[in-house]
Structure formats: structure tokens, C-alpha cells
């Protein structure tokens, strides 16, 4: 049966807005107070994964155990340092090309759907003032496991219900990348080939998202 593309899926983080440097901000300063100095390197790990799985990860470079009780308030408390960032957000951050994508999947009947394993990400695309494009949110509230299982794809997916492989998705994670193609759909990686290798195309930002190209890349009809 014939591919006809009915749906794009985007990441927040990297895509839209760079709110990657926000997890960072906050996750450093919950880093910095239990004894952790947590890299840029390190932090790159952290990409496309979920809020708890995150912690578990940093806390591997610490120097003692945590309970669960102990895991759950660390994790509350770097939300409430990443809000802390989020709140200031306008229209102005988002990344170069969204709104004129989002033109575009609109002027040719294609639904805009959201899968970001953020929590906030209905808080985030309300202050960047794009929240009419959007057909469909999935966010990490709707999701048990992380990329890159293809949890949060297919959801995405049967929420606006189409096959997903009528469905692009857009993501900036290897993890993300990963969890696109086990869901048989076409992916599209914003930035380095060479560290998005499995993506089926790779671009700088949306400003290079090419509709046309993707349709005869990944046989669309």
C-alpha cells in the first residue's frame, strides 16, 4: 500500500526552541549542590530522555545512594529550577525556520503534531505563541518509556490517528533517531549526519526543511 504523508512529528528540544540548554541550566545547578560537576559531555547523554531516567544517569557520578523518596524531591526540584528558566520564554526564542515549516505543513493539509518527553512542553509552546499550529501533544506525562523506544512516536501517531508510516519525524537525538525508525517512520535529523548517522536525512534547522524533498527521499506519494 501506497506511503501518502499525512503527518510531521517534532521534538521540542533542539527543534523548536533550545530548551536543551535550559535542562542543562537547571539539571547543573541540582548537579552542583549534591556534589556533582556535571559537563556539557555528559549532559549530551542526556538528550531525548526522560526526567528520572536523567537523574538516574547524573547520579551515577555520585559519591553515595539515594532512595526513591530522595530521587523523586532531587527531580521535583530541578523542575522547578527549569521552570524557573521557561518562564522568561517569548515567541523570540524560538529557532530559525519553525513558523514558516509550520506554514507550509498547514498549506498542504499536514497535521503538526508535538512528542517531546518534556513534561512542560504545553507550557513552553504557549509562551513561544505556537500552540494553534499543533494538531496533537504528546508529552512526557502521556509516556512510560523513553526514546529510544518508539513509545511516544506511536502515540503521537494514533492520536491524530494515522499509519506511521504516513508520519516524518523530526529529532535532534540519537535516542530520538533511533526511536523514529523502530516505528517504521521516515526520520529527518537536525544536525550532524555523522551523530544522527541511522536519521534518513539530516539538515542544519528547519529553515532547511524541504516538503519536496522529502516526499521523493522517502517515497511519498
Known amino acids: 500500500m501506497a506511503k501518502r504523508l499525512k503527518a510531521v512529528i517534532f521534538d521540542l528540544d533542539g527543534i523548536i526552541a533550545d530548551t536543551a540548554k535550559f535542562h ?7 548537579a552542583s549542590e549534591i556534589g556533582i560537576n556535571l559537563t556539557y559531555e555528559f549532559n549530551e547523554n542526556l538528550k531525548g530522555v526522560g526526567r528520572m531516567e536523567s537523574l538516574n544517569l547524573i547520579l551515577t557520578l555520585a559519591d553515595k545512594s539515594y532512595s526513591n523518596e530522595e530521587k523523586i524531591k532531587l527531580a521535583n526540584k530541578k523542575n522547578r529550577y527549569y521552570l524557573e528558566f521557561v518562564n522568561r520564554m517569548t515567541p523570540s526564542d524560538l529557532l530559525p525556520g519553525v513558523v514558516k515549516c509550520f506554514e507550509v505543513l498547514k498549506g498542504n493539509n499536514i497535521n503538526i503534531v508535538l ?3 518534556s513534561k512542560n512542553s504545553l507550557d513552553v509552546i504557549k509562551r513561544l505563541e505556537i500552540e494553534k499550529y499543533f494538531d496533537y501533544v504528546v508529552s512526557g506525562k502521556d509516556i512510560s518509556k ?3 523506544d518508539p ?6 501517531a494514533k492520536g491524530i490517528k494515522v499509519a506511521t ?4 519525524g523530526v529529532e535532534d537525538s540519537i535516542a530520538g533517531i533511533l526511536a523514529i525508525n523502530a516505528c517504521n517512520m521516515f526520520s529527518v535529523g537536525i544536525g550532524n549526519k555523522k551523530n544522527l548517522y541511522p536519521a534518513d536525512i539530516c539538515i542544519k534547522d528547519l529553515t532547511e526543511f524541504d516538503i519536496e ?5 522517502g517515497g511519498f506519494l
Open 146 to 148: 523513553s526514546k529510544p
Open 151 to 156: 513509545e511516544i512516536f506511536i502515540k503521537a
Open 213 to 217: 524533498e522529502i516526499y521523493l527521499i
Open 115 to 117: 512528542a517531546s518527553a
Open 165 to 168: 508510516k504516513n508520519c516524518v
Open 24 to 30: 542543562y541550566q537547571a539539571w547543573k545547578k541540582l
